[in-house]
């Protein structure tokens, strides 16, 4: 996997200097930044839950952190777009022939933290690197719904149109990202939903929603299994074959 790279926006005189061999230069980077909207109150703490959890198994997802303006939280991703024109929609066919490991990671991801906005814009495939950027995950985890909802989905696949879902061919795949997923230390996942409750995740409902990854991860298969209709690429045969990961 090549090394990602972000778009540089100026260089800014330090109030210091020394005569260190190391001496940094303060740059100004770019990003692109979310708040919470009365439609999607939870858009920051999904953007940051779900940027932590996707850089703990190591997916391609820019890096993001928070930053405050006017009071309010906002959710910052970094700025990959080095060449700054409008980015096209990928061709999922290409991508999952290209990277069919990573996009089953994609996939696998986004069926854990019940992603159901996945499509062609909110992934970007370099030709040139072959590199594959996993962005935008504002409706996942609690989307623009509550608690509750997210609640309900624990047996349910709930990634609605995923756009790399019908093109893997090899669910064998998926075996890997599932296993990293399941790697994950339970207090890390615990720790990033509970610091998400100061961006606006609900108070005293994020060890409900730990509970239910932890819980969901372990049943990811299983989830699979039951509604692979959506994998219409593979066959039953290839649908994790006799593989006991369970």
Same mark, same amino acid.
């Given at each position: 996997?090549?090394?990602?790279?972000?778009?540089?926006?100026?260089?800014?005189?330090?109030?210091?200097?020394?005569?260190?061999?190391?001496?940094?230069?303060?740059?100004?980077?770019?990003?692109?930044?979310?708040?919470?909207?009365p439609d999607m109150p939870y858009i920051v703490a999904?953007?940051?839950?779900?940027?932590? #959890? %996707?850089?703990?198994? *190591?997916? $391609?997802?820019? &890096?993001?952190?928070? =930053? @405050?303006?006017?009071?309010?939280?906002?959710?910052?991703?970094?700025?990959?777009? #080095? %060449?700054?024109?409008? *980015?096209? $929609?990928?061709? &999922?066919?290409?991508? =999952? @022939?290209?990277?069919?490991?990573?996009?089953?990671?994609?996939?696998?991801?986004?069926?854990?933290?019940?992603?159901?906005?996945?499509?062609?814009?909110?992934?970007?495939?370099?030709?040139?690197?072959?590199?594959?950027?996993?962005?935008?995950?504002?409706?996942?985890?609690?989307?623009?719904?509550?608690?509750?909802?997210?609640?309900?989905?624990?047996?349910?696949?709930?990634?609605?149109?995923?756009?790399?879902?019908?093109?893997?061919?090899?669910?064998?795949?998926?075996?890997?990202?599932?296993?990293?997923?399941?790697?994950?230390?339970?207090?890390?996942?615990?720790?990033?939903?509970?610091?998400?409750?100061?961006?606006?995740?609900?108070?005293?409902?994020?060890?409900?929603?730990?509970d239910m990854l932890i819980d969901r991860r372990r049943?990811?298969?299983?989830?699979?299994?039951?509604?692979?209709?959506?994998?219409?690429?593979?066959?039953?045969?290839?649908?994790?074959?006799?593989?006991?990961?369970?």
């Amino acid at each position: 996997m090549s090394v990602p790279r972000y778009k540089y926006w100026m260089t800014l005189p330090l109030s210091q200097r020394t005569d260190s061999v190391c001496e940094p230069e303060f740059f100004g980077v770019c990003g692109f930044a979310k708040c919470a909207q009365p439609d999607m109150p939870y858009i920051v703490a999904n953007e940051y839950a779900a940027n932590r #959890l %996707a850089s703990a198994i *190591l997916l $391609p997802t820019p &890096p993001g952190f928070i =930053v @405050e303006k006017d009071s309010k939280p906002y959710f910052v991703s970094m700025d990959f777009n #080095l %060449a700054g024109e409008a *980015l096209p $929609p990928i061709q &999922p066919d290409r991508v =999952v @022939e290209a990277l069919p490991e990573l996009s089953a990671g994609v996939i696998a991801f986004d069926i854990w933290v019940c992603n159901r906005d996945r499509h062609e814009e909110n992934l970007h495939y370099d030709l040139t690197t072959n590199r594959l950027e996993v962005f935008d995950h504002s409706h996942a985890l609690l989307g623009d719904g509550d608690v509750d909802q997210f609640l309900a989905k624990k047996n349910e696949l709930a990634i609605e149109t995923h756009c790399l879902a019908p093109s893997l061919i090899i669910m064998e795949t998926m075996v890997h990202w599932i296993d990293r997923i399941k790697a994950i230390p339970e207090y890390y996942i615990r720790e990033v939903l509970a610091d998400s409750v100061s961006l606006g995740f609900p108070q005293g409902r994020e060890g409900q929603c730990a509970d239910m990854l932890i819980d969901r991860r372990r049943n990811l298969v299983d989830l699979i299994r039951t509604d692979y209709a959506v994998f219409r690429s593979a066959t039953d045969a290839m649908l994790f074959g006799s593989t006991n990961h369970d």
